[in-house]
C-alpha cells in the first residue's frame, strides 16, 4: 500500500493538475465573457485562451526543474516533451482544425443533395493561435513559482540551484 502513500505525496502531479483546472476555467470565463453566455463545453474542450496542454507541460518542466535540478537529463526530457507538445497545439492541431472548417463547409454545400451528410460535423476548434499557446506556457511557469516558492516551500531547493 506505499504506492498511494508515495502518490499522494507527489507534489509535482497535484501542482500540475491544479495548473491544469485553472487554465480550465480562466479559459471558460473568457470565453463567457467574450460570448456573454456560459459555454461549459469551453471549460474543458480543446483551443481557447490559454492552452490547457501548454500550461501542464510548462508547469510540469518548471516543477521538475526546480525539484531536481536545471542541470538534470529529467528536466531536458521535459522541456523537450514541453516543445512537441507546444508545437503540436500551435501547428498540426490548429492546421486538422482549419481543415475540418473547410470539410464542413463542403458538405454544408452539399447538404440538400445528401441528407446523410446532415449532421456529421467536424470539430474545428482544435489547436491553438501562438498567443494561446505562449499564454499556457506563461501560466504553467507562473503556478510552478508559486507553487514551489509559497505553497511547497521548495525554497531550499531553489536557492540550492542558483547557488550552483
Excluded at 474542450?45 to 526543474?65: D, F, Q
Amino acid at each position: 500500500m506505499r504506492y498511494f502513500e508515495e502518490f499522494f505525496s507527489n507534489r509535482i502531479f497535484f501542482i500540475v493538475l491544479f495548473a491544469w483546472l485553472l487554465s480550465c476555467v480562466i479559459k471558460g470565463i473568457i470565453e463567457w465573457i467574450r460570448n456573454k453566455k456560459i459555454n461549459w463545453g469551453r471549460f474543458f474542450g480543446p483551443g481557447g485562451m490559454p492552452s490547457s496542454h501548454s500550461t501542464i507541460v510548462a508547469c510540469l518542466a518548471t516543477c521538475v526543474g526546480m525539484s531536481e535540478g536545471f542541470d538534470t537529463a529529467l528536466f531536458v526530457v521535459c522541456c523537450a516533451l514541453a516543445l512537441i507538445v507546444m508545437y503540436d497545439a500551435s501547428g498540426i492541431r490548429r492546421a486538422a482544425g482549419e481543415q475540418a472548417k473547410m470539410i464542413n463547409m463542403i458538405v454544408e454545400a452539399w447538404e440538400e443533395k445528401d441528407p446523410v451528410l446532415k449532421d456529421e460535423k467536424l470539430k474545428e476548434l482544435l489547436g491553438h493561435t501562438p498567443l494561446e499557446v505562449l499564454g499556457g506556457a506563461v501560466l504553467g511557469v507562473f503556478v510552478a513559482l508559486v507553487s514551489g516558492v509559497w505553497v511547497f516551500r521548495w525554497t531550499d531547493s531553489i536557492v540550492g540551484q542558483i547557488g550552483r
